[in-house]
């Protein structure tokens, strides 16, 4: 910290390093969908924001968004393509980004911008089941951890950082603070949440089935 | 244990213990048995009850859950549930929910728990809501149902998530386990229906008359109490019908009880009252009257004892009849005799003083009269002598014809045996002379006697065959006494009585009785001649009537 704190201070151009995370449950499962991400807390300009091609998409195919979860970075555009037989009726209602896009057929794609930091629920107001995630985040070092749990975040300078996890089935946010180091191979950061109950909306084993469960 | 001196009184008391003892028996297994019954199907009824309760309340919560869960999908609504704060504006949207699902009260909560808005208008009962809250929250099916009281009604509550399309709030939805749904149970399940809460009851369907049978249903709240649905059902009303049985069995039972005791009475009286007749037929016999005979029909066991009671005294009767002819037969003292000693042949030997009395002029008699007429004038003859003889004690030992046999001193012994036999010579002497007064008043001619008294060892006892038998002395001194009352013909003595020395020697009074020596004298059948003696007057005065006539003696 004292070291960071120095570099910072000497304004430096800083070396960059890896930071490797572990997320697992209260049962030392590894968590997949967990939205890893570092906050810089000395001041460390994160780069600008590059367009991504091709532009992310939420697709919506055989009544599911895909996607579950999705980590943008603030200022990101993300695709919502119906590439389903059926119309879709996608919202959302979260402060951070609140729209509809009323009944539209299959085929089309609408793209929306992501500005404002916050998480985003999608909807489907025709299927309760449909559900997805958009994690908007401020900071460029973010990503998804894949089935391992295991997720390493390349280019990151050296300094202090506040690590942030997030989980659809999270209750709050956790964070640590960590400081990176151009050290060669630093220890992962583990978190070990406390996962809810998956809450989510049970899809009916076929179509005239129940809504719910 | 009581006695009953009577038998009636006995079996009258046994009969209705037995027939008591045995109805109470049963009326009791009955009545056990009635309520056993009543218990076992009072049980089951609560049983069926307590599970249509659970099913009603399941059922319900159910209904309002997937009405709130469809309801919470609709668009419309959730855009205003998120899109408002106005609380006016958030409970006429509950209310309207409300309307929609059919439910008793409707709140909504933050997903922290907060209370939002409600249906209900009052204090915010916000408590009784956030435990389920809190549970649908950890629940994977993201639900919770419970009860809780709010507004003193108790409620059972289903807490469902309101998505978009994460869960975004939380609608709780309950209806009241009022007044009226109790007493909808009970129309259904005839089981009366109390809830409380704690010890405070919140309602109840039991107008409380009786004994009851309770099942008691715990239920948690929210605010972490207990509630208690009570279902009940009268003992009384299931035992009603039995009651009015068992009313109609006591009926049965007093009405057998009393004709039990009508039929111990009169068995008691069939048999006791010709026991009672008996008795005092007994009493009769035993006051002497064996004539009297006892008058019962029966086949029976009582006829059979009155038979032989009859029997019984018809041998009684038979045996006063011939104890009877025993003492006219034989004298009292003989006849005692027989009947303590019995009659056993045999005797032993005492000394005895024998009386010898013959009537003279007898044959000439029994020439001139008619022999009944004979026979009546010896027979008031002997009464008279005989007469004599008892009043002295004496024993009439045999009539011999106009003779008569008498012993003194036998069976009974008597020491002064010799004084009485001779005193009872001279009263025969005087008794005699007042018969010829009576018998000349007749125009009979009068009669004379002579008397021989003699006192000898002899044996006294039963003489005779076993079948025929009489009490009687044997030995020479009898014979001798026979002698002497010959010699009272011979002229020269001048006496009616003569007796012998040994008699003499036994009196205790020698000075009595008039006695003069008349000497010694050959007696027939004796080698020694006999000292004599008279008795008594001379017999000039009493002969000088006969007129001196000499008789033999009479056979």
Known sequence: ?213 | MFRFRSYRLRLLFLILALTGSAQLLAFLIVARVHRTMAEREIQRQLDVAAVQLARVVKQRNADLARGASVLSYDAGLRETLSSTDDIGTLRSVLENFQGRVGAGLVALLSTEGSLLAETRRGLPAANAYQPLQQAADEAENAQASGYAVVDDILHSLVVVPLRAPNIVAWVVVGFPLDQQFIAALKETTGVEVTLRHGSRTLATTNPNRGEYLTRALERPTTDGGTASILLQYSLDEKLAPARRLQRVLGFVFAGSLVLAALLAMGIARNVSEPVQHLAAHTRKIAAGDYETRVDLHREDELGQLAASFNAMAAGLAERDRVRDLLDKNVSPEVAAQLLRDGAALGGDEREVTILFADLRGFTTLSEKLAPRDLLALLNRYLDRMSGEIERQGGVIDKFIGDAIMALFGAPVPQPDAADRALAAAVAMEHALAELNLELARDGHPPLALGIGVNTARVIAGNIGSHRRLNYSVLGDGVNVASRLQSLTRTPEFDTNVITSAATIAALRDPSAHGLRPLGRVQVKGRSEPVEIFAAGSPSADAASAIGGVGVGPGS
């Open chain 1, 1 to 213: 910290m004292l070291l960071g704190f120095a570099f910072a201070f000497l304004g430096v151009a800083l070396p960059a390093a890896e930071v490797a995370f572990k997320v697992v449950d209260q049962k030392n499962q590894p968590v997949v969908d967990a939205v890893v991400s570092l906050v810089p807390l000395d001041g460390t300009a994160p780069p600008a924001v590059a367009s991504t091609s091709p532009p992310l998409e939420i697709e919506q195919k055989r009544q599911e968004f895909i996607p579950y979860v999705t980590a943008i970075r603030a200022g990101t555009a993300i695709r919502f393509p119906n590439r389903d037989t059926v119309e879709h009726h996608a919202y959302s209602q979260s402060p951070a980004r609140k729209f509809e896009l009323p009944l539209y057929k299959p085929g089309r794609a609408e793209t929306l911008l992501f500005e404002r930091p916050g998480v985003v629920t999608v909807g489907c107001n025709i299927h309760d089941w449909m559900i997805a995630y958009v994690v908007v985040l401020s900071t460029p070092w973010l990503a998804l951890t894949p089935a391992p749990g295991e997720i390493t975040l390349g280019n990151v300078p050296a300094g202090r950082y506040r690590a942030e996890v997030w989980h659809p089935r999270l209750a709050k946010v956790q964070t640590r603070e960590i400081t990176v180091a151009p050290s060669a191979n630093p220890a992962p950061v583990s978190f070990q949440l406390t996962l809810k109950a998956d809450q989510r909306v049970r899809r009916a084993p076929d179509a005239s089935g129940r809504g719910y469960r």
